[in-house]
Each structure stands twice: as structure tokens, then as C-alpha cells.
């Protein structure tokens, strides 16, 4: 599955699922978003493999895409969710900061477990480099493409001029020869680089109307390290776990179903009025007067006023046929369109390395 494929289901509500396998992990980047320690929270297996057995060949996610902290410290778990999924037709990916890579070798269970995802996203930043060298993340990419594995690399930077972009694409470019597609996006002030990074929006948007501004980003459901289910992988939401917004949180993976999260995720006024118009109409419109910032809007709307206007406004004529056409909006662009919406708009193109174009059906 190459990267393209994954992110046309992007803007489609319900259309994957992300699993936050476990909080750990053995680098300590300066960036990372999750804050994560090797000492770091890990909850049981079975949260995790109960929930993907809920899928079913009739009624499943297009995708089931792993992450942590470093997924690939439990591999065996990794491998086990991706042949579950893949038998009964969904795909998965996994994403690591390849610790593994120092040695220059794949350790046995690692390689069962990639062998066995239908993608293998690997992390290279300036911070990452501090710990695993670019050469060994690049050798070990090279010998998996060799192999006809569907890779890809997921850069950051500081900003879209930002010289070490411009340089690590070039060299992966040239190692790579062209055929691993790459997201690059920009680091956000999450996790341990909330202690030295200056906030500011890490979700830039194009809006559709002078105050209309919908979140893209609600699609996709995130099982989090203890199996709280939120509605968006923002990372702020996500530590909340249990606590988060009630309008955020779509359940437990020890007690809901992946049919239950999906419908709960579709069928929410909030959530249909969030992806629709954005938080900070919704806020407007219940008389609130919303933060600039939308995410911060976003966790005004769990009062009562709010969620009284977000219900009046999907059951508004006209809302379904508007609702539509955001989604088709949000589609149009396509994977670029999304990488560059949501990333860096100067690399944006860099995902569509190594795609063969093909027939493709429409996502929505
Ligand atoms: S606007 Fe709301 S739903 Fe969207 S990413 Fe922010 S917190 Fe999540």
C-alpha cells in the first residue's frame, strides 16, 4: 500500500483507525509529541487485539494504522493486528523511529512484524538523527524497498525553509532513487517540545469561507494508550485520555465495538458540525466568543449551549448536502492537496514518490 492510497481515505469520516500501542519507547527525541520515556505507560494486549476482532469482513476500516511512542517494542503485537486485520480486508501500517536501525541489522520478530503490515513508516528529523544516524534509517530503508516493501518516510521541520529539510529529502532522494514517498510536515509545540518550542498553530488550514474552517483531522478515530477512544489524534486531546472533552471521546476499546466507534464518530452533531464548518462557527453561533486558535475553540464545545447549536445546525435543511460537499472539497486535492494542507506545502509533492498511478476509486 503506498502512501498515496492511505491518505485518499484521509478526509473520509470512519474510514480508519489509528492505535496508539503503547506510550514507551528507547530514543528520547528533543520533539517528541507523546512525551515518551522507555518508563513510559504500556496497558494490556488485549485492548488493543479485542477491539481489532470486533472488524469484520462486512463491516471494517480501510486502514488500522499502529504507532506509540514505538510501536515496534511490541512486535509481536503488531504483527498479530496486522494478519487479524488483513482477514477481513483491512490494511495496516505502522510507524517507528527505527532504535533498531543503530545496529544495522532488523531484529527477528521486527522483520516478522513489518513482513507482515501492508505499510512501514519510518520517522527522520534533526532529532531523531541525534539518535539513530540518517545513514543506518536510510541502509535499512534501502534494503526493505529493495525488497518490494511499501515504505515511506515522515519528515519534520522547523518551517517550510527550514535548510535541513531541503538537505535530508535531497539525500533520501538520491539513496532512495526516487521510489519512497515522504510527508513533511512541521514540529508542533506537543510533548517535550511544548518545554522549548514557542506555540503556534500546528494545523494550518485553507479556509473555505471567511469563517467557516473545518477540522480535517476528525476523521479517523485514535485508540489511545489505555484504550479511550477519541475523535481526533490531536495529541493535547489524546494525554487527556478518559478526561478528555465529552464531545471528543467515542468510548473504550475493552467495552465498543470498531461498528459502535465508527458510528458514533459519524453520526455526532458535533463532530458532523466540526468537520462541516469548524469549531469556531459552532462557538459563534451558541454565543460564545471562541479562542483564535481552532482546537482550543474546539474544547469550549462540550457545554450545553454549544451542543444544542451544533444539533440544530445538522438537522438545518441544506446541512447534509453541505456536509457533502466539504468532504468533496477536502477530497479534491488528493493526497498532495491533504499533505499540503496539513504539512509542509513546499514538500507536499514528495508523497506521490514512487507511485505508480493507477485507477483509483473515488474515496467518498
Ligand atoms: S478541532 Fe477539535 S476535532 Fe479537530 S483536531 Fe482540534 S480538537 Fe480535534
Redesign the pocket.
Known amino acids: 500500500m503506498h502512501l498515496m492510497e492511505m491518505l485518499r481515505f484521509r478526509p473520509v469520516p470512519g474510514s480508519a483507525v489509528y492505535l496508539g500501542l503503547t506510550r514507551r519507547c528507547p530514543l528520547t527525541c528533543r520533539h517528541c509529541s507523546t512525551n515518551s520515556l522507555i518508563s513510559s505507560e504500556e496497558h494490556d494486549a488485549g485492548l488493543f487485539l479485542g477491539f481489532v476482532d470486533t472488524f469484520t469482513a462486512e463491516d471494517h476500516p480501510e486502514i488500522v494504522l499502529m504507532s506509540g511512542g514505538e510501536a515496534l517494542l511490541r512486535p509481536r503485537l503488531v504483527r498479530d493486528i496486522a494478519r487479524r486485520a488483513s482477514s477481513v480486508g483491512t490494511r495496516s501500517y505502522v510507524a517507528s523511529g527505527m532504535f533498531f536501525a543503530r545496529t544495522g541489522k532488523i531484529p527477528r520478530l521486527i522483520q516478522e512484524a513489518i513482513d507482515e503490515v501492508d505499510h512501514f513508516a519510518a520517522s527522520l528529523d534533526v532529532f531523531h538523527e541525534e539518535e539513530v544516524p540518517r545513514s543506518a534509517v536510510l541502509k535499512i530503508l534501502r534494503r526493505l524497498v529493495d525488497a518490494g516493501k511499501d515504505v515511506s518516510l515522515q519528515l519534520v521541520g522547523m518551517s517550510d525553509d527550514d535548510p535541513y529539510l531541503a538537505e535530508a529529502t535531497a539525500e533520501a532522494r538520491d539513496v532512495l532513487e526516487d521510489r519512497v514517498p515522504m510527508l513533511v510536515g512541521l514540529v508542533g509545540a506537543s510533548g517535550r517540545a511544548a518545554e522549548w518550542m514557542p506555540d503556534r498553530r500546528t494545523?494550518t488550514h485553507l479556509p473555505l469561507s471567511a469563517t467557516a474552517d473545518p477540522?480535517?483531522?476528525?476523521a479517523w478515530p485514535i485508540v489511545t494508550f489505555d484504550g479511550t477512544v477519541i475523535?481526533?489524534?490531536?495529541q493535547?486531546?489524546v494525554d487527556q485520555g478518559r478526561n478528555a472533552?465529552a464531545h471528543?471521546k467515542l468510548g473504550h476499546s475493552a467495552t465498543d465495538t470498531w461498528q459502535t466507534i465508527r458510528s458514533r464518530s459519524r453520526a455526532s452533531a458535533t463532530?458532523r458540525a466540526?468537520?462541516t464548518i469548524?469549531?469556531r462557527m459552532i462557538a459563534q453561533d451558541a454565543g460564545l466568543s471562541p479562542p483564535a486558535e481552532?482546537?482550543a475553540?474546539?474544547?469550549a464545545?462540550s457545554a450545553e449551549d454549544p451542543q444544542r447549536k451544533a444539533v440544530d445546525l445538522v438537522e438545518r435543511p441544506g446541512f447534509a448536502a453541505m456536509e457533502l460537499g466539504v468532504q468533496q472539497i477536502l477530497s479534491s486535492g488528493g493526497p498532495v492537496g491533504y499533505a499540503r494542507r496539513y504539512g509542509s506545502a513546499r514538500y507536499a509533492d514528495m508523497v506521490t514518490l514512487g507511485y505508480r498511478p493507477q485507477e483509483q476509486p473515488c474515496a467518498v
Do not use: I
Request: net charge positive; glycine share 8%; charged share 5%.
Open positions: 494545523l477540522c480535517g483531522v476528525a475523535a481526533c489524534c490531536n493535547a486531546v472533552p471528543l463532530l466540526v468537520r469548524g469549531p481552532q482546537c475553540a474546539c474544547y464545545l
